[in-house]
């Protein structure tokens, strides 16, 4: 079983769509929570932190539940420039290693 | 401020060939990683230093691949002899403290590595 695992896609909205990616990790002891994106042949850049209670960030929402496993990301008014990979990241309590998942790739149509 | 950096972008060797990447972390972090991507797959963890000192290597593939980071700054990692499963994107992150709560690292371009 993959440490994290996410819905690879493609997922192909139009713009102004909702959408939404899941992602399941493993390890219990797993204790930061992010999702990076990361556009094609870039680098992968840090979208937001999850944190347990939920945060949204301007269209941008992550959820995690910790019982579960489980972390979202909903992403509201798609913009052309929404289109990119989304990868789920989890760090372990006591390393500073993050695991990665393959990403959800997104693509949003005019 | 400059971001990290990563040298050279792309490097096309052969098997049995050696290969350094390097990376320059962003100034000021102690902290630098480096994960690989291969195709088809997730990127993986392979190292951290903090400042010269090897904090967690347990990434590391096999003893064909040497990380250095000589003074703190930058870093290298060699790979000697290149086999073809070394293909792939070699990513090099860093972070500023180690008590940061949550960690944000922050990835340089890659270095996209083929072994012919």
């Known amino acids: 079983r993959k440490e994290v695992e996410q819905d690879p896609g493609p997922f192909n909205v139009p713009e102004g769509a909702t959408v939404a990616f899941n992602c399941t990790y493993s390890?219990?002891?797993?204790?930061?929570f992010f999702w990076y994106r990361q556009d094609c042949r870039k680098e992968p850049k840090l979208l937001m932190s999850?944190?347990?209670s939920g945060n949204e960030d301007g269209r941008f929402t992550a959820q995690l539940n910790r019982a579960s496993q489980y972390i979202s990301l909903l992403i509201r008014d798609s913009k052309l420039s929404d289109s990119a990979t989304y990868l789920c990241?989890?760090?372990?309590?006591?390393?500073?290693?993050?695991?990665f998942g393959k990403g959800t790739k997104l693509s949003v149509i005019p | 401020e400059a971001g990290v950096t990563q040298f050279p972008s792309h490097s096309v060797i052969e098997k049995g060939q050696t290969v350094t990447l390097r990376c320059d972390p962003i100034s000021g972090h102690d902290n630098l990683y480096w994960y690989r991507r291969v195709m088809g797959k997730e990127i993986k963890f392979l190292l951290h230093f903090v400042k010269e000192s090897k904090q967690d290597e347990s990434g590391m593939p096999n003893n064909r691949f040497l990380a250095e980071r000589t003074g703190g700054t930058y870093s290298t990692l060699k790979v000697q002899p290149a086999e073809l499963e070394d293909s792939g994107v070699y990513f090099c992150a860093s972070s500023q403290h180690l008590a940061a709560d949550p960690i944000e690292q922050y990835f340089g371009p890659g270095t996209r590595l083929t072994v012919t």
């Open positions: 999850v944190y347990s």
């Open positions: 990241v989890v760090n372990i309590a006591g390393s500073y290693q993050l695991t």
């Open positions: 390890n219990s002891a797993s204790q930061s």
